[in-house]
T-cell receptor, first 112, second 109 residues
Framework: DARVTQTPRDKVTEMGQEVTMRCQPILGHNTVFWYRQTMMQGLELLAYFRNRAPLDDSGMPKDRFSAEMPDATLATLKIQPSEPRDSAVYFC??????????FGPGTRLTVT | EDQVTQSPEALRLQEGESSSLNCSYTVSGLRGLFWYRQDPGKGPEFLFTLYSAGEEKEKERLKATLTKKESFLHITAPKPEDSATYLCAVSNTGNQFYFGTGTSLTVIP
């Protein structure tokens, strides 16, 4: 049963610290997405990649967020420095193209 | 500006009581409209993609339809296990995605 995996599942950190979230997409999927979900804003697309190349990162605060795909089996989302307003659940999703996405379980980030 | 609006925000149904969820959208060049289901503490689960007005798709008790301005998710004879938040999203010709805030469905036995 192929699934998207994300680590860590929960992260509590202090303001100003660097946070790295990791995602392993489903083997064979060529498109990887990063989303952020909060009660106030709902689900927001931060960035996505096709064949490891960034296609759209317009939803991502560029001054503190960065997303990369070092290889086809790993996607990372970094926040440096973190702020309390970054507290949210971050989801990774993968798919063959953009129209059917399979989501991971999420990383719950709390910045104090 | 592209946007997605879902209604109602919350819906309580008796088991077996059919109803519909609404997703209204404004998008500059629709590429696709998507429905997802999200259970508490989990990531969204893909249900359907619709591409053009008039298209319909079905899966068990769920049926999604699409017009030029909105989509409906019809739930026929729901069961308690259908309780979840249902999310609608659209993609545009610029490869951007927009999710609605969802409809929280509770089906009471």
């Amino acid at each position: 049963d192929a699934r998207v995996t994300q680590t860590p599942r929960d992260k509590v950190t202090e303001m100003g610290q660097e946070v790295t979230m990791r995602c392993q997409p489903i083997l064979g999927h060529n498109t990887v997405f990063w989303y952020r979900q909060t009660m106030m804003q709902g689900l927001e697309l931060l960035a996505y990649f096709r064949n490891r190349a960034p296609l759209d990162d317009s939803g991502m605060p560029k001054d503190r967020f960065s997303a990369e795909m070092p290889d086809a089996t790993l996607a990372t989302l970094k926040i440096q420095p973190s702020e309390p307003r970054d507290s949210a659940v971050y989801f990774c999703a993968s798919g063959l193209g953009v129209h059917e996405q399979y989501f991971g379980p999420g990383t719950r980030l709390t910045v104090t | 500006e592209d946007q997605v609006t879902q209604s109602p925000e919350a819906l309580r149904l008796q088991e077996g009581e059919s109803s519909s969820l609404n997703c209204s959208y404004t998008v500059s060049g629709l590429r696709g409209l998507f429905w997802y289901r999200q259970d508490p503490g989990k990531g969204p689960e893909f249900l359907f993609t619709l591409y053009s007005a008039g298209e319909e798709k079905e899966k068990e008790r769920l049926k999604a339809t699409l017009t030029k301005k909105e989509s409906f998710l019809h739930i026929t004879a729901p069961k308690p296990e259908d309780s979840a938040t249902y999310l609608c999203a659209v993609s545009n010709t610029g490869n951007q995605f927009y999710f609605g805030t969802g409809t929280s469905l509770t089906v009471i036995p």
